[in-house]
């Protein structure tokens, strides 16, 4: 069952480019550009003709700039959950005639909404159902076919976008990101989970991708959170990797921006849900930026970041309802502004692991084989402190998930390495922003509320990172806002702050809030 550009039909010869029911014209002009914008919109912004013809706005202004434009998309909101439900109707041996009908009727219903017709569709839609048949057959579910299952979301809502964008005139070629992203070798210790649904691609500048695509149409729409190996096997970049592929397309083509489109406008000084004052950063740094979304933060997935930063590429954070309004600028300007705290991120479902030792102090190694325990779990590790007798950690489910077979190895494994202590119920609040150290003197009075919390451990990795709190999830809330307040309201400098969550909301189209 091996995977290729378009559905695997029986004898059919494997094609680079969509199934023949959407061939695009064979003739197209070449414009000879390396001036590359990469422009990704998530599940919820490409779920509806509004959200497309947004897009197709969106295509048309950035060609007007002379940009040539990379379009990836994720798959249609909620089709990723159906994905692994009907994955895990094949593991429990239930039927899947009713999930893949709710896929069908899902993308069948934005055909028609759009214009669009259903034969667009339906060779993945049979190829989906070949899959699942085949699976049946050999009674068989590795990672490798998880991993192809979950790639027909993407493959599905590109092919309704860009017939729709040639319908409206959009020179568009559709193309298999699987041809154009292949991962890195992953280390020989890798599990196999690892090796096919978490895959990691280089950041070097792709010569070979940015002639390739050069000598095409001025637009290109392709998928995210997928690539394809050295042997032609479908791999994911992680769920919610589509960020991700925005990020190494854009590095590999040298983009002159990414630009991440979503529902909301950005990032901003507190989640808005719990501040509705909480302010708009417009700029912020690649290394503050990923600390906040690995404390919290949620607006980007964590492995997005690293790609852009390593090639000096900006990050904009912009909202598909309201394209017109000011976002987020992720950049290495940044790098440049005072010092400063610029926002608070906070989390409430933490594990929080401790082990405690006396005889590990001064002996060579401990630490390391008890940070390998996780490694050979294929668990990351959130914040770590250590002291003669201890080390405690914590780990974030949304990253790594653990059930409670995969839960009890661990424990088992860590407990060889001193007395455990595990518990699932922890919570963080961490302070961001540049050159944290150097602005402690402004924390004292703001702090103050933390010291009658239950801290469990506290992090401060570098001057240029977060500064982390853990304790019980109830203090959480308690702190952040008292924190909040001291920090983060009154006169901000405001080329780094801008509105609050308040006043863009109502900045939105009728009845199209965030």
Excluded at 347 to 366: A, E, M, Q, V
Excluded at 413 to 428: T, V
């Amino acid at each position: 069952m091996g995977s290729g550009a378009s559905p695997p039909l029986a004898g059919a010869q494997k094609p680079s480019r969509r199934p023949s029911c959407c061939t695009l014209p064979q003739k197209r002009l070449i414009i000879a550009s390396e001036n590359w914008i990469v422009l990704k919109f998530g599940g919820t912004s490409v779920a509806s003709p509004e959200r497309w013809e947004s897009i197709a706005k969106i295509i048309a202004e950035r060609r007007r700039e002379g940009h040539r434009v990379l379009v990836v998309c994720s798959a249609l909101s909620g089709v990723s959950n159906l994905l692994e439900e009907l994955i895990a109707n094949i593991e429990n041996g239930t039927p899947t005639d009713k999930t893949v009908a709710q896929l069908r009727r899902k993308h069948h219903t934005l055909c028609k909404q759009m214009g669009v017709s259903t034969k667009a569709v339906k060779p993945w839609l049979h190829s989906l159902s070949r899959l699942i048949d085949g699976i049946a057959m050999i009674g068989l579910l590795t990672d490798e076919l998880r991993a192809r299952i979950m790639a027909h979301g993407e493959m599905l809502s590109t092919t309704i976008g860009q017939t729709w964008l040639e319908s409206q005139g959009v020179e568009a070629d559709w193309r298999d990101a699987r041809e154009l992203l292949t991962p890195l070798p992953t280390p020989i210790e890798a599990t196999q989970s690892r090796r096919y649904l978490s895959a990691v691609c280089s950041s070097e500048r792709n010569d070979a991708l940015i002639k390739e695509l050069g000598a095409g149409a001025p637009v290109v729409i392709t998928q995210g959170f997928i690539a394809r190996d050295e042997h032609g096997r479908t791999v994911l970049l992680g769920r919610g990797g589509s960020d991700t592929s925005g990020a190494y397309f854009a590095a590999q083509l040298r983009a002159a921006r990414l630009e991440i489109w979503t529902d909301v406008p950005g990032i901003f000084t507190a989640n808005p849900k719990d501040r509705p004052d909480a302010r708009l950063l417009r700029l912020i740094g690649y290394e503050e930026a990923q600390v906040m979304v690995a404390t919290g933060a949620r607006v980007l997935h964590p492995r997005c970041l690293q790609p852009v930063a390593d090639a000096g590429i900006p990050l904009h954070i912009r909202c598909t309802l309201a394209p017109d309004m000011e976002g987020t600028v992720i950049s290495g300007e940044a790098d440049y502004e005072p010092a400063t705290i610029k926002a608070l991120s906070t989390r409430h479902k933490l594990y929080l692991i401790r082990l405690y030792s006396p005889g590990i102090w001064n002996l060579t190694g401990w630490l390391a084989d008890v940070t390998n325990v996780f490694r050979r779990h294929g668990v990351s590790i959130d914040l770590i402190a250590n002291s003669p007798q201890h080390v405690t950690l914590t780990m974030d489910p949304a990253v790594t998930p653990l059930g409670p077979f995969e839960e009890e190895n661990l424990r088992r494994d860590l407990a060889e390495y001193g007395e455990l202590e595990f518990h699932q119920n922890a919570g963080s609040v961490s302070l961001i922003g540049t050159q944290i150290t150097t602005v402690i003197d402004q924390l004292a009075a703001g702090l103050s509320g933390i010291s009658d919390s239950n801290i469990h451990l506290v992090n401060q990795a570098s001057s240029r990172d977060g500064l982390s709190f853990v304790m019980d999830p109830d203090d959480v809330d308690r702190v952040l806002n008292p924190l909040h307040d001291w920090l983060l309201t009154g006169p901000l400098p405001e080329r780094i702050f801008g509105p609050s969550w308040e006043e863009l909301a109502n900045q939105f189209p009728s009845g199209k809030k965030a």
